[in-house]
């Protein structure tokens, strides 16, 4: 038998905010925050399940369904790293139909602006297996820069009163 043909690959998106370092990284610290804009979009997606214990060691789960299809999705991430308002690390597996699709290593990374704002860097190295339910490793970009346009949108609201 032949295993599975795995694909490796590594993206980067930056963006720039006129936010604090502070509220940026609350967006992804603070589980109310971050269920604003990481999931699937509300008109085709229900979210099923989300946990978050967002310390070096903690784990996060999200997953939903999509209405069309009934397909499930499920993110199952780990922290690495956290210093507070500079970086977050974390490996995921991302599962489809309880099919592990890929595993990932995500960094974050915060630098205040000279305007106060702040300067976003998010990579991701993952490892793509070659199956039906995943074909090709480039929707996982198109993917993240939907959320990081979900993400760009929750920075706008009111983010815990803060």
Same mark, same amino acid.
């Given at each position: 038998?032949?295993a ?12 720039t ?21 990481? @999931? ?8 099923? +399940? ?6 070096? &060691? %903690? =784990? +996060?789960?999200? &997953?939903?369904?999509?209405?069309a ?10 922290? !690495?790293?956290?210093?507070? =308002?500079e970086r977050?690390?974390? $490996?995921?597996?991302?599962f489809?139909? #309880? +099919? ?15 305007? %106060? &704002? ?7 190295q @993952? $490892?793509?297996?070659?199956?039906? $339910? ?7 970009l198109? &993917?993240?820069k %939907? !959320?990081?346009e979900?993400?760009? $949108? ?6 815990g #009163?803060?």
């Open positions: 038998m032949t599975p043909k795995i694909v490796h690959d590594t993206f980067t998106i930056e963006r905010y006129n936010a604090s370092p502070k509220r940026v990284f609350a967006a992804w610290a603070d589980v109310e925050a971050k269920s604003k804009w990481f @999931g699937g979009p509300s008109d085709t997606w229900k979210e099923t +399940e989300r946990t978050m214990d967002f310390r070096v &060691g %903690g =784990q +996060e789960r999200a &997953g939903g369904t999509f209405h299809t009934g397909m499930t999705t499920m993110f199952a991430a780990t922290y !690495l790293d956290i210093l507070d =308002q977050i690390v974390y $490996a995921y597996d991302m489809v139909n #309880g +099919e592990k699709i890929s595993v990932s290593l995500a960094s974050i990374e915060l630098r205040a602006t000279d305007n %106060g &704002g702040t300067h976003m860097v998010v990579t991701e @993952g $490892a793509y297996f070659d199956s039906e $339910a995943y074909k090709s490793h480039g929707s996982r198109q &993917g993240t %939907g !959320l990081m979900r993400f760009d $949108a929750s920075i706008d609201e009111p983010i #009163g803060r």
